[in-house]
């Protein structure tokens, strides 16, 4: 009888253990929540830029609390309510730590500026000696490369092939096109012939860098621009032909170039070169870039209206024409003079 008693004693006692084992593990100490929200402006700052922040906490009234503002550690502002902090970054590799105070909780961010830069460029033809950018025309192709400038606080240069970039058009997101290392955008080729605006997000892997920026991609119509290609000096890109000149030899030549087409040759088999003299079509041209006109014999003088269009084939609003109107007098005319 004694061992029975013995046998319920014990397992009372750890059925009551294990009871109260329980209670305690459901039973953790209560732990203070910080609900505190901050928004900075601007969101990605850059270096030696001014940044604003503001906080927010719905779980209580900030107003009413005691404040305090550290920047890397030093005390900057200190005040009932005060919710607003400005200050000044540093240049790129710099850390900024921000961190408040309201008596019972604290919270801290860490800033590190960045640069991001956008530009973008084309395969559109432009003539030998050319020294501007191609433009983008509507319907051309085009890339928008992404330049960043992730500085450590060691003052090394993060690679930009190992980021991560997040590209969209209009706010659409490009999952194809974004991703690890995706510096470079293709894009363009629209029919709508109006802006887009073209965005990407750049991090690094461990996420303590951010950067975003945006540009504005709008198209511009191509342009037809004709020179004299020179018997002895070849073609004068240096003077375009006018709208209207007078002739000063028996002969020109003219050379045409198809500025800011979606080609970078002159000689597409998809650009339809057609001139015009007087409203009627030339035919049978050998080379549909060069026209070469000539004096008739015999003709004292008079004038003509020359002009030619270009269209490339594949892409309908890629189109441009050129006219000129051209004096001439034979008997003064000197076969080794230009316009």
């Known amino acids: 009888m004694f061992n029975n008693y013995k046998k319920i004693t014990l397992a009372t006692v750890f059925v009551f253990f294990s009871f109260f084992s329980v209670l305690h593990a459901q039973s953790p100490m209560p732990q203070v929540q910080d609900n505190t929200q901050f928004f900075i402006r601007p969101e990605n700052p850059g270096p030696n830029e001014l940044v604003g922040i503001s906080i927010e906490d719905y779980s209580k009234d900030l107003d009413s609390l005691d404040i305090t503002w550290f920047l890397n550690g030093v005390v900057q502002k200190k005040g009932g309510g005060l919710k607003n902090f ?3 970054t540093k240049g790129l590799g710099s850390v900024s730590k ?7 909780s604290s919270k801290e961010i860490t800033i590190r500026p960045t640069k991001l830069g956008l530009m973008w460029q084309t395969n559109n033809y432009t003539p030998p000696f050319y ?4 433009l983008y025309t509507y319907q051309s192709r085009a890339q928008v490369i992404a330049i960043p400038s992730f500085v450590t606080s060691s003052g090394a240069t993060l690679d930009p092939k190992t980021l991560v970039y997040k590209w969209s058009v209009n706010g ?3 999952g194809k096109n974004s ?5 470079v955008l293709p894009t363009g080729g629209w029919v709508l012939a109006k802006p887009v605006n073209i965005s990407v997000v750049v991090t690094s892997t461990d996420g303590n860098f951010k950067a975003e920026n945006s540009i504005s991609l709008g198209g511009s119509v191509p342009q037809v621009l004709v020179y004299e290609n020179h018997p002895l000096y070849g073609v004068l890109y240096n003077t375009a032909i006018p709208s209207a000149f007078t002739l000063n030899s028996k002969e020109i ?8 087409f979606n080609t970078n040759k002159r000689d597409n088999a998809l650009l339809a070169y057609k001139w015009k003299m007087n409203g009627r079509t030339i035919p049978n041209q050998t080379n549909p870039y060069s026209l070469v006109l000539r004096i008739p014999d015999g003709q004292v003088g008079g004038e003509a209206s020359v002009g030619i269009g270009v269209q490339k084939t594949d892409d309908t609003l890629q189109y441009a024409e050129f006219s000129t109107r051209i004096h001439f007098n034979a008997d003064n005319a000197d076969s080794t003079q230009t316009i």
């Open 131 to 134: 020294k501007g950018r191609a």
């Open 86 to 88: 400005e200050f000044i």
């Open 253 to 260: 030549s003219f050379f045409v170039a198809p500025y800011f």
């Open 179 to 183: 991703g690890y290392g995706k510096n």
């Open 98 to 104: 921000i961190k408040i105070s309201t008596g019972s």
């Open 172 to 174: 659409s997101a490009l």
